[in-house]
Every structure is written in C-alpha cells, then in structure tokens.
C-alpha cells in the first residue's frame, strides 16, 4: 500500500522519479506526488490517478537531480491535495514521504503541536517531519543523528524516503513496510518494489526489519535501527523489465491471465524439498494466508487430507488467535507479496510459540522471507495488477508439488508437468467466455458454487467478479445451498457451478437442478456432459487428469471476471478502495 520513490544521480529527477511511480502505482492511486531539491524543495502533488494528475499538473517544469516520489491508498485524512504525499516541516526543507501507519500518531500530534508546529494535512506522515524538524534543533544541526531519533520516537509501521534542502542525500528506513535499494551506473534508487526501477537497474539491497540506509552519489550505507553501520551486500535479481510492462495487452490483468500458460510450468519446476522435509518433521501442520492466497491454503488443505492422509488446519491471516500454534507446529504462510501485514503478524504470533515457518512467496527478499525457516518462490514473475491471477495458479502448482512429494506420488508429479497445454487450450478460447458477458453483465447478484476442492475455486472466482466487476457475488459449497442461500434465489439469478466429473458430480447436478427449480439460471464450467446439459449458458472444460482440474478451472473464472469488468466500463488493474501489498492491519 502506497508506492514510494527516491532518486539520487545526474538524472532529472522528476522524469525518472514519475516514470517508476507509474510502474508501482498499483500500491495505491487516489493522489500522488513529487519532491525535488533545487535551491528550495519543489513539491507537486494532487489527488487522483498519476495520468489525470498529469493532465493538471507538469511534473516535468521539476529541475534537480534528488528527488522523492508517492502513489497513495490513503489511512490517515482523506483524499485530497492536502493530504498527498510528499510532506514538509514548517521550515519547507525537510521532506519525506511514508507508507504504512504511525500509531503513536495522536500523542505526537499532541506534543508537536504544544512546540507551536502548525499542521498542512490530516495524515500521520507529515507529524514525521515536524518531528524532524524539532530533532535536528536538539541534536544541533545533525539530520543524521535527528534521522534515528525519529526512528526511536514514531512507533507502528512504515517505509520513510526522506530528503532535505541543500543536501545531496536521501534517508531512507522500513519497519513491517518494503523498501529496496536499487544500485544503477553512477545513480541510486530508493523503491518500494522492485518493478519501479526494473528498467535502471536489476541489482537490489533488500533493507532488513527495522533497518535504514542513506543514499548518496556514492552510493549506500545501511544501519540497524540503533544507527549502527552494518553490511547488506547487493543481490542481482532475473526479473526482466518486460514482465512488469503491458506487452500489448490493453491490461496488466488480461496478460498476467495469459501469462499462466508458461507461469504454471515455470512453478512445477521450482525446488521444494527444503519445505516437503520440514513438513515431514512436524507433528501438526497449520497453514496461514488472506485473500485468494487463502484459498490456495484451503485446496492446499483439501490435497493433504485427500493425497497425504494428513489432518491441517487452514488460517486467515487476521484470525491468527483462533489458531493453535506450538513447538511441533509447522506453519506454512502463503503471500504473494510476502508483505501482507496480516499474514505476518500470524506467522509472528505461531514463531513465538515456538512453530517453525514454511514461506511460499513470488517476491525475493519480501518480509517473509526473513521470517521463514525455509522460503519457497513461486516463480510467477511480477504481478502488476492489484488482483491476483497468475500468483494464485502458481501458488496452488507449487503446493501441489509440495503435496504430491510428501506423498510420494511421482507419476503425478510428471503429470503435474504437463499442465501448461491444458491452460493454453482453455485460454484459447477466451472468446467464448466474452460472449457470455453479454447477458451477465445486465445481472446484478451471482452465486458461485462447487463441491469438495472446487468449493475454493467458487470463492475464488466470486472475489474476481467482486473486486474488479464491483459486482455482488457469493460462494458456497453447493451442498449448503439448501440449508439457507436457497431463499435469495429468484428468476434468473445466475449461478456458476463449476467442477470436473468426479465423485462429487452427481450431488452438484442436483444442486443445480434445485436451482433451477427455482427458475435460477445456470453457467456451468465443467467437462460434464449432464452437467451441461442441464445449463443456460457453458464452458466446456478439456479434459484435465481430476486431480489437477481446480488448477484449470480458475482460469474461464479470471477471464469472466476481467471481461465483465470491461464491459461495465471498470479498470480492472486498479480497483477501487484497494491496492496490491496490504501493509496494514
Ligand atoms: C485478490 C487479492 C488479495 C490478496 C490478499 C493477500 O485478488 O489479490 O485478496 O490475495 O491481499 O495478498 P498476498 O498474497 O500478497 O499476501
């Protein structure tokens, strides 16, 4: 949440610095910033998205070479001029810009305020550079040393790029929030993701919990949070800047959707040994996520039942007190960002009792990583738009594998392999699914439903038309319709009924029957004729070996998700109220 920038080089600053906001600005886009030190600090900032900023303001009337930059997702104030980001003392020559929440908030604003410091926004931010600002008077001139004290005096979560009139020099800290360090030919970034300076640079510094560093011309020092210098050597990373860019795609989304065809063999491929050893060693497995994230953990505990024999428990992150962690627990955290606050403060709470942590997460160096006995890549590349698509398929490969190996289960695993062909051939026929939105699109309430494993792709695919299509939809397990949701049901409600012929298929016909009964109308998502049959509208799936279909059978979902959105004239890369990377509470 909230995308951060910072530029030290011979650059323009504004130019680079608006270009890598651009490419985070999924982070959070109802206003954005930027900050330039020339003889005075320059600021120009609005509320809106970066490209109807720009109509209003010209970024580029920025000089200086040292610069800071902010794409926000607003907590503290509401949307508005005042409360874009970046922030200023009452001085106007210190200058920062923050991601994540300072909780101390209202005391500081208190005592700042009672020092005669007057206020601009409403956000938490700006009572960080008034803290400065009354810093350095105590600490005599010295913003480094005024830096660190900050950092004692403001608790909660946050990622702070800082800089100050007539210094080349740019402070930087993060605690519970991202920030990297990109090392370009004669200039240094500061970036809350790596995406944003993909194109300059692909060697980063992954700042670790509660550190800082201080860029300069030079180059980097980086400090433990007492202010002490410590050794963060850099790491070069294999993202390329074409997998953060469009491609031709008129969205991120639709391409990421694409992208699965070659993501899911990518992850088949990725080594899981480190975690299918610590999983052989735990008495009780407990598996914690949010979001589609978390139902990837709920296939993933329906494929230990069903191929290992073996009983877990599966955790939202944010419910991490109901529960039960101890010394033969082994946790495993499932984030795409690895940076989900939520996620982390479960893997937290089991670490402290004593639980050992199995990280499966698509983001080098993420805060997950450094909590994680053993980390897992998913290997999907980044993902740009805010929903997750290619994340989720990758994540339920690898734990797939996971499974399939603790299992023992080596034919499945080559068949596992082998299932890029059946995506590229539902993928084919994307078309077929932009035809059924023709009729959807005028319904306003959908019912997603599946039995057994295909019951987490039903939530799956209600949160896709959910976030992207705004859009009232629900899910349930199609046995569960009886015991109350049928009462909802009127004429010509659409339910999705989504599953493969297997066991559960005869159950799920009746279902719909019940449904239909009820003068619902159906879309079935199936390769089951009698399924089918019985339906209004269909996507007739290819045939997949049953074990692997809930894989596959997200991906007709995506694609009804994303074309409904289009058609209702939504942007299905940046919904609204949300942002990728949820770093608070
Ligand atoms: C849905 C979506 C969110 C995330 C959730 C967890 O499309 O993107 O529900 O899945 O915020 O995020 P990660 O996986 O980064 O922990």
Redesign the pocket.
């Known amino acids: 949440m909230c995308g951060i920038v910072g530029y030290i080089g011979p650059k323009k600053a504004s130019e680079v610095i608006l270009e890598a906001l651009r490419k985070v600005e999924y982070r959070g886009y109802d206003s954005a910033g930027i900050a330039v030190s020339n003889s005075k600090i320059e600021i120009m900032k609005d509320a809106g998205k970066i490209a109807e900023i720009e109509k209003r303001n010209d970024f580029s009337s920025l000089q200086g070479t040292v610069g800071i930059g902010h794409t926000r997702w607003a907590t503290h104030g509401e949307v508005n001029k005042q409360n874009a980001h970046p922030h200023t003392d009452c001085t106007g020559t210190i200058c920062l810009v923050h991601n994540g929440i300072i909780e101390n908030f209202a005391e500081l604003r208190e005592r700042l305020g009672k020092l005669g410091h007057k206020f601009k926004s409403e956000t938490d931010t700006e009572l960080v550079a008034h803290l400065l600002e009354e810093n350095l008077k105590t600490a005599k001139g010295d913003f480094k040393k005024a830096f660190f004290d900050m950092l004692k005096d403001v608790e909660g979560s946050y990622s702070f790029v800082i800089f100050r009139q007539g210094e080349r020099k740019i402070y930087g800290a993060r605690k519970s929030c991202p920030l990297v360090i990109g090392i370009g030919k004669g200039e240094m970034f500061f970036a809350s993701d790596m995406p944003a300076v993909l194109d300059r640079t692909r060697e980063f510094v992954f700042l670790g919990e509660a550190e800082a560093a201080i860029l300069s011309d030079g180059g980097y020092d980086v400090y433990d949070a007492a202010g002490k210098k410590t050794s963060r050597p850099s790491k070069h990373v294999d993202w390329t800047p074409q997998m953060a860019q469009k491609e031709g795609y008129p969205h991120f989304m639709l391409k990421e959707i694409f992208e699965q065809q070659a993501t899911i063999r990518q992850s088949s491929a990725v080594d899981v040994n480190w975690a299918v050893n610590e999983l052989k060693r735990a008495k009780n497995i407990s598996i914690i996520?949010?979001?589609?994230?978390y139902y990837a953990a709920l296939v993933f505990k329906h494929l230990l039942a069903s191929e290992c024999g073996i009983r877990a428990d599966a955790v939202i992150g944010s419910e991490f007190r109901s529960g039960v962690f101890d010394k033969g627990t082994c946790a495993i955290a499932i984030?795409?960002?690895g940076e989900?606050a939520d996620?982390l403060s479960a893997v937290r709470f089991a670490k402290g009792k004593g639980a050992r942590i199995i990280g499966i997460t698509n983001v080098f160096g993420s805060s997950l990583t450094r909590e994680a006995d053993a980390t897992v890549y998913i290997g999907a590349g980044p993902e740009i738009a805010?929903?997750?698509t290619k994340s989720f398929t990758s994540q339920l490969v690898v734990l797939y594998k996971i499974a399939l190996t603790l299992a023992g289960k080596k034919k499945e695993l080559l068949q596992l392999h082998d299932l890029s062909g059946v995506a590229e051939a539902v993928l084919s026929k994307s078309g077929d699914v932009e035809k059924l939105v023709g009729e959807l699109a005028k319904k306003k309430d959908f019912f997603f439903i599946g039995r057994g494993v295909y019951f987490p792709i039903a939530l799956e695919g209600a949160?896709?038309l959910k976030?992207i299509a705004y859009l009232h939809a629900e899910a349930y397990a199609a046995g569960e319709l009886k015991h109350g949701p049928l009462s909802m049901l009127e004429d010509g409600v659409p339910i999705i009924a989504i599953g493969n012929f297997d066991e559960n298929m005869v159950k799920l016909v009746t279902n719909v029957k019940e449904c239909k009964a009820r003068k619902a109308r159906v879309l079935a998502v199936s390769d089951h004729l009698g399924l089918l049959a019985e339906a209004d509208w269909k996507f007739a799936m290819p045939a997949v070996p049953g074990l692997f279909a809930p894989i596959i059978y997200i991906l007709p979902l995506q694609l009804l998700a994303y074309y409904m959105a289009v058609k209702l004239g939504k942007d299905p890369d940046k919904p609204r109220n949300l942002a990728k990377?949820?770093t608070v509470e």
């Open positions: 996520a949010c979001g589609t994230s984030s795409q960002s989900t996620t805010v929903v997750a949160l896709k976030e990377s949820v």
